[in-house]
T-cell receptor
């Protein structure tokens, strides 16, 4: 049981390049999200999904696309990388809606992150 | 104004001490509250949910004050392993969680 797997762990891109950050989970979680984390700021939601085929925008969606063709995979695409997208990206999944504080809920399970630098 | 604000710290405490810190939130419609823990250069992990009546999990106690719109976390009998950044998380719906920037706690021997 690997949990949430993100690849790559590190990436350097040139401005204007595109790439896909991969995220896969093997826990059959319905709910998946992408966050970015910048120094001095909290994690900010980019996109999220409540199940296969269903995605929605978060707080900072511009410049990113997502799709959810399977329950397991939730890739994040950077369309044309910009230096402002330099950040640490976390993928997360949850069996319950992550905002529900149910007793026994494990909340989000996060991947180990992708450190992206755009030069 | 940020939706969730935290004192970044750091709070430097000796082993065995008690440390407490707060987090304020701006959206009065917020429904659910959590504390996550993040070790240096690692992913966040859920520490505990925060219930209206307050709750304990071992050495950790969380409180919610809706009137003043803040939540708190208290750590008793601090251990070296408690050194981490504690993220306050607030949400007004099921899917869009708002994370604070974190409070750093360093426990020294």
């Amino acid at each position: 049981n690997a949990g949430v797997t993100q690849t790559p762990k590190f990436q350097v891109l040139k401005t204007g390049q595109s790439m896909t950050l991969q995220c896969a989970q093997d826990m059959n979680h319905e709910y998946m999200s992408w966050y970015r984390q910048d120094p001095g700021m909290g994690l900010r939601l980019i996109h999220y999904s409540v199940g296969a085929g269903i995605t929605d925008q978060g707080e900072v969606p511009n410049g990113y696309n997502v799709s959810r063709s399977t329950t397991e995979d939730f890739p994040l695409r950077l369309l044309s990388a910009a230096p402002s997208q330099t950040s640490v990206y976390f993928c997360a999944s949850s069996s319950f809606p992550p905002g529900q504080g149910r007793t026994g809920s494990y909340g989000y399970t996060f991947g180990s992150g992708t450190r992206l630098t755009v030069v | 104004r940020k939706e969730v604000e935290q004192d970044p710290g750091p709070f430097n405490v000796p082993e065995g001490a008690t440390v407490a810190f707060n987090c304020t939130y701006s959206n009065s419609a917020s429904q659910s509250f959590f504390w996550y823990r993040q070790d240096c250069r690692k992913e966040p992990k859920l520490l505990m949910s925060v219930y209206s009546s307050g709750n304990e999990d071992g050495r950790f106690t969380a409180q919610l004050n809706r009137a003043s719109q803040y939540i708190s976390l208290l750590i008793r009998d601090s251990k070296l392993s408690d050194s981490a950044t504690y993220l306050c998380v607030v949400t007004a719906n099921d899917y869009k969680l708002s994370f604070g920037a974190g409070t750093t706690v360093t426990v020294r021997a």
